[in-house]
């Protein structure tokens, strides 16, 4: 069942050895049903009963022989005031687990938390281990939030979702929201079990008709949905909205009757949505409308929402992904970039925003290409809190029809440490609030399930879920460990399955790198039509600013200071004075900060066109192997899931050397030189 995913809760191999080590019933406190604690109990009969075959029921007072109790700390506390001194300090959302003998302890700080506790408890036992354990277990970051970029309508009649690759919305059809919000439902079971606690539905580039009364009816329907799950619905807002939907002349942030409108649709909101987590807002990016319209600034846009929320205790993400593609020009600026955009717009504004406004910053000042330095922006913001974007769908990354496991990616990035005041200041340690002490942080995930039966479109690409949500809850977790819960779960125990998903997965990330784009150069995908498959022609030229500069020559983005773009000095110095330099800037970003000759030479002591060559013809070989090694598991998976897999992998296999050709193929063209294995050239 592709859309249990993780949850499965396939029978255990030996099961009823274990009988003994798990409880006989379960026990919640003060549950409500509709609420997180009632559904834990139910996850719990249900777990266990699918585990261990074990039936459990849910009693309410405590019965005889051992028992699953799960609850808020607090509900507990109530019942056995003598044992509150033994209970664990939790934060928001935090969990405290004690396994022994069979009889289980399961409390949240708050009810949410005693789902978490309930979930990660199944997913103990479900990987085989009955034995006693006592954990506490908080969030890294108060912000844990997935988004969806599901557009209510496309051409008046579909809900389509904006790079999305796992079919249409689950949430919108025809302009509204559906009728049935089954699979609704059954995605904040699948984001409670990995400790997500927010969706924004529908799409950061908004269409205003979201905020009809109807639609926002509707939007109470999936908050009712989600709720069971401790999932608080976000909405994405059209800046221009007052004016698109409200009929008012303007839409500028500091106009009395935009304010008074806006104030409205947040009383509205909150009428019907008393728990809603608050907003998601684009503004002043690609065309969409925003506060510098009317000569405002950011925090001006920013702040109207945020105070509109306060009453209501709502938080606003509002996105740092601002930039003018219009004033972009190639080749009249040598010293144009996007890449500066973000730093420059938010300059100064950092002690400006209201205490509820956060900023969401994509991991790489550009836009989720396989490799990218970390945003420079996380160190300029130290009053005002900051969550990093990151992208589950794999826009730049093979849309899904390549396999490509994110989670070393963003370990990668989250370990990064940009040496803010020469202190360190590792990307994970800024977006848990710990290293600036803002309380408002985390992490925003871009999803974009579909109703396609996976999800998102492929089995494989399920484990960047499960990954996301572990990281947002614990960055110290590795890749390697968080992939092998998720194969026990997803694919079961047998050893062969782990070896062959490790290793295609571990791989994956560096061989679509060496495929697609490597030195920093960016993912070199079609920038017009789709972000998919080569076409480094058109990275160049092209009004969005996502440019090589590659010419008969040279090849690389300038942005040193001395010479360039000036990005590099947008970090704190010593990693500005790192990529400034280019015997200190890493291989895998050289081409990100240097315009360089493609002779010039790396440290690995090639050339870099030689490299390009190489890490081509590498790449694309690892992932022909991707196919012999999935073969091997032939009859040890179930055959619809195989099968998936497996025309997926022919598939990237296949698109690796398309890929592999066509970049080496136009690289020789413009250079001219010669591979020295003779394998790109004139045949
Ligand atoms: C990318 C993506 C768009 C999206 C934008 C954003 O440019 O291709 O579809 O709207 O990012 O993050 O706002």
Redesign the pocket.
Known sequence: DGLAAWLRYARVPGASRHLGKLPSAVVTLNATKGYPVHTAGQELVDGIGGLFGKKLTVAKSKPKGTTATVGTVSAYVDKNPSAAKGLPDLVEDGFYLKISKGNVLILGQNERGALYGAFHYLSVIAQGNVSDFTLTSNPDAPVRWVNQ?DNMQDGGTHGSV??GYGGDSIFFWDGHIREDLTRAGQYARLLASIGINAVVAN???ANASILTPENMDGLARIADVFRPYGVQLGVSLNFAAPQLLGGLDTFDPLDKAVVNWWQGIADNLYKRIPDMAGYLV?AN??GQPGPMTYNRTLADGANLFARTLQPHGGIILF?A?VYDHRSLNQTLDWKADRANAAVDYFDGLDDKFEDNVVIQI?YGPI??QVREPVSPLFTHLRRTGATV?LQITQ?YLGQQAHVVYLAPMWKELLDFDLRVDSKPSTLKSIVSGKRFGQKLTGYAG?VNVGTNTTWLGSHLAMSNLYAYGKLAWDPEQTSTGILKEWTTLTFGHDKLVHDVITKISMESWPAYEDYSGNLGIQTLTDILLG?YGPNPGSQDGNP?GQWTRADDDTIGMDRTVWNGTGFAGQYPPEIAAMYENIETTPDNLLLWFHHVPYTQKLKSGKTVIQHFYDAHYKGSATAQTFVTLWEKLKGRIDKERYEHVLFRLIYQAGHSLVWRDSVNQFYFNKSGIPDELGRVGNH
């Open positions: 970029w904006e790079r799409n950061v580039n684009k990016s690609e996105r992904f994509k836009d989720f974007e826009e871009v972000h969005w």
